[in-house]
């Protein structure tokens, strides 16, 4: 583990909040082999700005001028092989941020990938849909690990940030909403979230297990029409909370789709976010 927490800072102009790149403490792995640098372009498949081939996780820092104490670490989706970095990330970060929640932008660690990986899984998928699982499974872990410590770091941090470290959330949006899971199972007492948000989570590569005694409040969310069919495993993860007496939520919407993320379809899906703050207020509160 790193000891020294490497912080890199970004003057960007906001009149609303000061973001800043934080490399987050992480072991380095032999069984993982990268080539080349992260990416970051806009993928024609998707229609969207992604990133690939993360190293090195990172988190930015959404900080707002009047920051109400609690704190929520961001995890996009993308298949692990990318991360949909505006409506499953900045998108949702700015918008915590508006409204006083300091966000935290994560880009865990990814499979490794080559010029495009958004091509990659989406030819995979086509061809080879058991090569995607077996390319992620040594990878998934990583990512695990890489939100354990970004919860750790901003514990660890709290004072710095103005919060509070008993109110701090993770929200993962499909792979990212796996990592969530991830979290949610594998926290000790310096890394476990306060709250989690499971947004279409990615239930085929971390299937649904047996809740911890002292889990913390949950809210999912998906659509039934997700036509990666993550519609089950998502009440699935619900009722496994429902069933141990724990805080949870559930909003499952007829249509969405699948990565609505921040996106206006003119559905009831575009106000999930809406949906989490209320949920917020009630269970975690100021």
Not at 159 to 166: A, E, I, M, R, S
Not at 253 to 280: A, C, E, N, T, V
């Amino acid at each position: 583990m790193k000891i020294i927490f490497k912080a890199l800072f970004l003057c960007f102009s906001s009149g609303l909040f000061a973001q800043q790149i934080i490399e987050v403490p992480h072991e380095t792995t032999t069984t993982v082999q990268w080539e080349g640098n992260e990416k970051e372009y806009f993928s024609e498949i998707w229609q969207t700005q992604v990133v690939t081939n993360v190293s090195t996780p990172t988190m930015e820092v959404f900080a707002p001028e009047n920051p109400n104490g609690t704190s929520v670490i961001v995890a996009p989706g993308g298949g692990l092989y990318a991360l949909s970095i505006n409506s499953e990330g900045n998108d949702v970060a700015r918008w915590l941020a508006e409204r006083g929640i300091t966000a935290f932008l994560l880009k865990y660690r990814l499979v490794p990938t080559g010029e495009d990986g958004v091509q990659e899984i989406s030819m995979e998928g086509a061809t080879n849909p058991q090569r995607i699982m077996q390319r992620v499974a040594p990878v998934l872990p990583l990512s695990i690990q890489d939100g354990l410590s970004a919860i750790e770091y901003v514990r660890t941090n709290a004072q710095k940030y103005k919060l509070d470290p008993h109110k701090i959330g993770f929200m993962g949006f499909s792979a990212g909403g796996a990592v969530t899971m991830g979290v949610a199972y594998n926290y000790n007492e310096k890394n476990k979230p306060d709250f989690l948000v499971s947004v279409y989570p990615w239930t085929t590569a971390q299937p649904v297990q047996e809740v911890p005694q002292d889990a913390p409040p949950m809210l999912v969310i998906c659509a039934t029409d997700d036509p990666l069919g993550l519609a089950a495993g998502s009440i699935e993860l619900y009722s496994s909370w429902l069933k141990k007496n724990k805080t949870v939520g559930l909003h499952m919407y007829s249509k969405g789709g699948h990565g609505f993320g921040m996106k206006q379809q003119k559905l009831p899906s575009d106000d999930w976010i809406q949906r989490f703050y209320d949920w917020w207020e009630v269970e975690i509160g100021e």
